[in-house]
């Protein structure tokens, strides 16, 4: 059964950085987009942003961040280790929560984060890594 695992969270102050990880036992080609979520407490779950493929021939290049974390979150991919990156620079105080991967197998259209990174359109989970931004 496949699954995902990710890795890399932490305690970090103010204006610090994390990469966080995510790995699966049958990534990629069994996904079109791969998600990063959040949640903080309190809080409802929200997308951070995906990294998608446009067919079965392409590899993960097109990537989306939500609002609040444009500018300051990337998330990339190590093609031959077959990872999925969340590189976080300038954390806030707001960053924190845990932090979750997990693919979606179907091919949504339109091409947008509203649409690409809806949580509710992901099949496969992570068990979260925490993320902790405190001075």
């Known amino acids: 059964q496949a699954h995902f695992v990710e890795s890399g969270g932490g305690l970090v102050q103010p204006g610090g950085s994390l990469r966080l990880s995510c790995a699966a036992s049958?990534?990629?080609?069994?996904?079109?987009?791969i998600g990063w979520f959040r949640r903080a407490p309190g809080k409802e779950q929200e997308g951070v942003g995906c990294?998608?493929?446009?067919?079965?021939?392409?590899?993960?290049?097109?990537?989306y961040v939500a609002d609040s974390v444009k500018g300051r979150f990337t998330i990339s991919t190590d093609r031959t280790k077959n990872l999925v990156y969340l590189q976080m620079n300038n954390l806030k105080h707001e960053d924190t929560g845990v932090y979750y991967c997990?693919?979606?197998?179907?091919?949504?259209?339109?091409?947008?984060?509203?649409?690409?990174?809806?949580?509710?359109?992901?099949?496969?989970w992570g068990q979260g890594t925490q993320v902790t931004v405190s001075s």
């Open positions: 049958d990534f990629p080609y069994n996904y079109y987009t």
């Open positions: 990294i998608s493929r446009g067919d079965e021939s392409t590899y993960f290049t097109d990537s």
């Open positions: 997990a693919g979606n197998a179907h091919h949504e259209f339109p091409a947008s984060f509203q649409t690409l990174c809806a949580w509710n359109r992901y099949d496969t």
